[in-house]
């Protein structure tokens, strides 16, 4: 599977952005799909994931303000992102993996390539 995404940006504090994957290769149908950031100077961790069979979970900051729909015909999982705060900051990775989701980047067996989210406070 190879992973492409975009969309991210400078936006102000407040506003809403929204993060795109297209996915191409295998059948995307069977991954399950994450979203993940690194901070500059701190680690990737875990944002967002959404299952196969469409079951999400989100992380303890996103939850309430981010979502994660994929939409399988066309092969795209995206990350739409409301009252974007300046800790956002960071870059944004997707992943797939086989199986469910898990909140480690380590099991996740295909990358993006990230892409830079700045929120100006």
């Known amino acids: 599977v190879q992973l492409q995404a975009s969309g991210g940006g400078l936006v102000q504090a407040g506003s809403s952005l929204t993060l795109s994957c297209q996915a191409s290769g295998r059948t995307f149908v069977n991954y399950a799909m994450g979203w993940f950031r690194q901070a500059s100077g701190k680690e990737r961790v875990f944002v967002a994931g959404i299952s196969w069979g469409l079951s999400s979970y989100y992380s303890d900051s996103a939850r309430g303000r981010f979502t994660i729909p994929r939409d399988n015909a066309k092969n795209t999982v995206y990350l739409q992102m409301n009252s974007l705060k300046a800790e956002d900051t960071a870059v944004y990775y997707c992943?797939?993996?086989?199986?469910?989701?898990?909140?480690?980047?380590?099991?996740?067996?295909?990358w993006g390539q990230g892409t830079l989210v700045t929120v100006s406070s």
């Open positions: 992943a797939a993996k086989s199986g469910g989701i898990v909140v480690s980047p380590g099991p996740y067996e295909y």
